[in-house]
C-alpha cells in the first residue's frame, strides 16, 4: 500500500514539473502565428501530463496493479512532455544570426 502512494506521489511530481516546464513553450516570445505541428506541441507539453495521468489511473483502476500503472505513468508523462516540446519548438531559421560577422 505505501509502495503504490509513493509511487503515485512521484507520478504526481513528474506530471507538475512537465507541466511547468511546458509552460516555457507558451511563454516564449512569438514572431508569427504557430503552425498545426506547433500548436499539437503546445497542446501536448501542457494537457498531456494531466491526459496521461488520467490514462494511468484508468488503467490502474481497472487493473488493480497500482504500481504498475504508476510506473506507466511517469513514463507516459514524461515521453508525452518531450514529444510536446519538440513538437512546440520553432525551426530553425537558417543559421546562427552571426554567421558571416568577422
Same mark, same amino acid.
Given at each position: 500500500?505505501?509502495?503504490?502512494? @509513493? /509511487? $503515485?506521489?512521484?507520478?504526481?511530481?513528474?506530471?507538475?514539473?512537465?507541466?511547468?516546464? #511546458?509552460?516555457?513553450?507558451?511563454?516564449? =516570445?512569438?514572431?508569427? =502565428?504557430?503552425?498545426?505541428?506547433?500548436?499539437?506541441?503546445?497542446? @501536448?507539453?501542457?494537457?498531456?501530463? $494531466?491526459?496521461?495521468? @488520467? #490514462?494511468?489511473?484508468?488503467?490502474?483502476?481497472?487493473?488493480?496493479?497500482?504500481?504498475? !500503472? !504508476? /510506473?506507466? #505513468? !511517469?513514463?507516459?508523462?514524461?515521453?508525452?512532455?518531450?514529444?510536446? @516540446?519538440?513538437? /512546440? !519548438?520553432?525551426?530553425?531559421?537558417?543559421?546562427?544570426?552571426? /554567421?558571416?560577422?568577422?
Amino acid at each position: 500500500m505505501l509502495t503504490a502512494v @509513493l /509511487a $503515485w506521489l512521484a507520478v504526481l511530481a513528474v506530471c507538475v514539473a512537465a507541466v511547468l516546464v #511546458g509552460q516555457t513553450v507558451r511563454t516564449t =516570445p512569438r514572431r508569427r =502565428p504557430r503552425g498545426p505541428a506547433e500548436r499539437l506541441g503546445l497542446f @501536448l507539453s501542457l494537457s498531456g501530463p $494531466w491526459l496521461s495521468v @488520467l #490514462g494511468a489511473l484508468g488503467y490502474g483502476a481497472g487493473t488493480g496493479a497500482w504500481v504498475a !500503472a !504508476a /510506473a506507466a #505513468g !511517469a513514463i507516459a508523462v514524461t515521453t508525452v512532455a518531450v514529444t510536446g @516540446l519538440v513538437l /512546440a !519548438a520553432p525551426a530553425p531559421s537558417g543559421g546562427s544570426p552571426r /554567421a558571416g560577422e568577422g
